[in-house]
């Protein structure tokens, strides 16, 4: 009875419709679930991941009931059934190898980082991937056997419509729900496996799709006249070195630390009388150390990914979202790694305790050149040892060392901190620094996940000290960007002696101020340097520091320490500070007073006009040489365009303990130059986890098959 209304049911066309959808539905959530690692956590996340291939599916399928005859529409229907189940293995199989999607790029043989499917992939098909196809034979069969007959019957055109309205209805409420858990999904995209975690894979397909076709319109439409307006800019602009200050730091390592969501106020900050980061103030009041005092984030939605875009290519991020996530796979990059490397023969690698699909990095580092990207996947990230975006900051450093310490140098080496991060929470045990007081949980705890960092930071000096890799390096420490938001800094104006109800947009603007220290041992004339600048004239100031001309680079920043440096800070909002004034919404405050100047002298308003000018040429000129992708026109003087497939971060850990065997004695690694015995030893920390971790990994065997471990329980970082 049962059987034969279910066969009588799908015998029709909309039976046969309800069942593809759900066998694609269920396909689609048996890989989601077994497949790939989304970081699904929560009933609201489940709900959301069960709900998300819907309305993509019913969309799709959708379009073979416009037409009228009824075998064409049932071939139709059935030949996207085939297509989009043939895209989902397809997924599932690169995302075996990669831990990604595929974008357009890659399924068209188009993406420059990645060599999409090949046989070898094949071979990691599994016998449980047999799903994907097997309910294909069974309807072939079905129908064959005439189980399920066709409807001859025609369908009315509105019913078509009005699947397909409901469709696009309920992509708006899948796209809502999304928002709801985490804001700014699509104008910022953090991680695709976020987009696939709340929109589903069809979705993603979908999106990316459109935009890479809006890309390669803007791409398409790109002349070299464009890149002439970019270079005469650059050129004008151009600062030269410093001659006391320039290769002062040649040869010698750079280790880049990255302090999350640090603000310049917390430098030599006393709360209720202690100190908050006292290691960092000691830093930046050290005479080896060349400290900068107004020094200020340039950031865009792309937060870090902008900071870290601006620190290695001089170039400004995107207008809305993060050119990294946006444009980073496909665009061209002259950037650190790869200009020190070709230079200089320097190593380079990154050390970062969260997925390595966040602002894709795991692409960008390619096109940036970095021979190593040590992400989530090559420590224990077992979920004590985890913060809300990865592993807590002593962890990183102090297991970052046994990668580290293999590194032929010099090496240029980038440490990307977690632990301060909004929300700023910490565990218990992590901590005995008292928070502040301002009723605001999240100011509160900045200062003690502020503290944190502070204590990190000096644990890995030690190490530096004592392994002996200190003396050989340079150390650059910055803020990325604000931790505490405008609409917070009411509550924090207190505990800078301010009051909320003078608060205005210049007190804001001053806040947007980041340590910037750049540590030489050795050298005895540093100090606060009180020239204005941002993150966008790191670049040029660390090659020239290394001895490296930057004349023929495309680069919008110019060397801090130069006679000729451009102390007019662009925001990204087209804001900007000087050393005398504040422009903000056109706005102009005196530096010295903070007050409004709301009839300025003509000389002045000129002087502003001029200045506002040159930060809108400035901007745009270089929206116009990453939207158009412009540097893939343009190779400066002896650099060698990256090859990004000369990359793959799967076994670093192998990589690098190969090349250093094939050197042999000529092998400049710490760890060859200690004999050939690791330095962990040197590593002095009061991390209560690493009582449980430290024992195993004082030898090579147990570094490697830490990582073998590892990588199964990476998922567990992905907490956003
Ligand atoms: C995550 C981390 C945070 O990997 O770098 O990025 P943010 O949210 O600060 O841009
Ligand atoms: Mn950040």
């Known amino acids: 009875m049962f059987l034969s209304k279910t066969r009588n049911f799908l015998s029709t066309r909309w039976g046969f419709f309800s069942l593809l959808v759900f066998l694609f539905w269920l396909k689609t959530i048996l890989v989601y679930l077994i497949d790939f690692r989304l970081g699904v956590e929560g009933f609201y996340q489940y709900a959301v991941l069960l709900f998300n291939p819907i309305a993509t599916t019913l969309l799709f399928f959708s379009a073979s009931l416009y037409i009228k005859r009824p075998i064409p529409s049932y071939l139709v229907l059935f030949m996207i059934y085939i297509a989009n189940s043939a895209l989902l293995l397809f997924n599932v199989i690169y995302y075996r190898e990669f831990t990604d999607f595929m974008t357009i790029n890659v399924i068209f043989g188009y993406s420059s980082v990645s060599e999409g499917l090949s046989s070898s992939s094949f071979a990691l098909l599994k016998p449980q991937d047999l799903i994907m196809l097997i309910d294909i034979i069974f309807i072939i069969v079905a129908f064959a056997t005439r189980f399920i007959k066709f409807d001859k019957k025609p369908l009315p055109q509105r019913q078509a419509v009005a699947v397909s309205s409901f469709a696009l209805l309920l992509i708006f409420f899948n796209l809502t729900l999304g928002e709801i858990n985490r804001p700014q999904l699509l104008s910022r995209t953090f991680d695709r496996n976020y987009l696939v975690k709340y929109l589903g894979i069809d979705a993603f397909t979908f999106y990316d799709g459109i935009k890479t076709a809006k890309n390669n319109r803007v791409r398409s439409e790109a002349s070299s006249s464009d890149l002439n307006k970019v270079l005469n800019f650059t050129q004008k602009h151009y600062a030269k070195p410093n001659s006391q200050m320039y290769g002062i730091a040649k040869g010698k390592n750079i280790i880049v630390i990255h302090l999350e969501s640090f603000q310049q106020f917390l430098i030599n900050y006393r709360l209720n009388g202690k100190e908050v980061t006292p290691f960092l103030n000691s830093l930046y009041n050290d005479k080896s150390t060349y400290s900068f005092a107004n020094f200020f984030n340039q950031v865009g939605q792309g937060k870090t990914s902008d900071a870290e875009n601006m620190l290695e290519t001089s170039v400004y ?104 991060h909004f929300p700023y929470t910490i565990d218990q045990k992590n901590t005995d620094f008292k928070a502040a007081d301002t ?43 604000y931790g505490i938001s405008n609409s917070r800094n009411l509550k924090l104006a207190s505990l800078l002696g301010k009051s909320s109800s003078t608060w205005t947009d210049f007190d804001n603007t001053q806040l947007q101020r980041v340590p910037f220290m750049i540590h030489i041992p050795g050298q005895k004339n540093g100090g606060i340097q009180q020239q204005y600048g941002g993150e966008i004239d790191v670049l040029p100031t660390l090659l020239h520091l290394a001895g490296i001309d930057t004349s023929s680079y495309i680069q919008f920043g110019t060397d801090l320490f130069s006679k000729q440096h451009d102390q007019v800070v662009a925001f990204r909002n087209e804001n900007f500070v000087t050393p005398n004034y504040t422009v903000v919404d056109g706005n102009i405050y005196d530096n010295k007073t903070g007050v409004q100047i709301t009839h300025p002298s ?113 998922s567990s970082v992905d907490k956003r």
């Not at 090559?378 to 962890?395: A, P, V």
């Open 317 to 420: 991020g995107l207008q809305q979202g993060s050119l990294f996530s946006a444009l980073g796979t496909d665009n061209t990059f002259q950037g650190a790694p790869a200009i020190l490397n070709q230079t200089q023969g320097y190593s380079s690698a990154v050390f970062h305790g969260n997925k390595g699909s966040f602002w894709n990095r795991n692409s960008v580092y390619k096109n940036l050149g970095y021979q190593y990207f040590f992400d989530s996947s090559y420590f224990n990230t077992d979920s004590n040892n985890l913060t809300e975006y990865g592993l807590k900051d002593k962890l990183l450093f102090h297991d970052s060392v046994k990668y580290l310490e293999r590194l032929q140098q010099p090496f240029y080496a980038k440490f990307i901190t977690v632990s301060n």
């Open 439 to 481: 009723g605001d949980s999240s100011v509160d705890n900045y200062f003690v996940t502020a503290h944190y960092l502070d204590q990190s930071v000096k644990e890995f000096f030690d190490y530096l000290k004592k392994s002996g890799l200190y003396n050989n390096s340079m150390i650059v420490l910055y803020g990325d960007h």
């Open 602 to 714: 003509t000389a002045l308003a000129n002087k502003i006009k001029s200045e506002s000018n040159k930060v809108n040429t400035e901007l745009s000129l270089s929206d116009s040489l990453n939207n158009k992708n412009l540097l893939r026109f343009y190779i400066p003087n002896g650099f060698t365009p990256v090859d990004p497939k000369n990359y793959n971060y799967k076994n670093d850990f192998g990589q690098i303990t190969k090349l250093q065997q094939q050197l042999g004695t000529s092998s400049t690694s710490l760890w060859s130059r200690n004999g050939n015995k690791t330095t962990i030893d040197d590593y002095t920390s009061d991390a209560p986890e690493l009582n449980t971790t430290d024992s195993n990994e004082k030898n090579e065997s147990s570094a490697s098959s830490s990582i073998s471990t590892n990588s199964s329980s990476s």
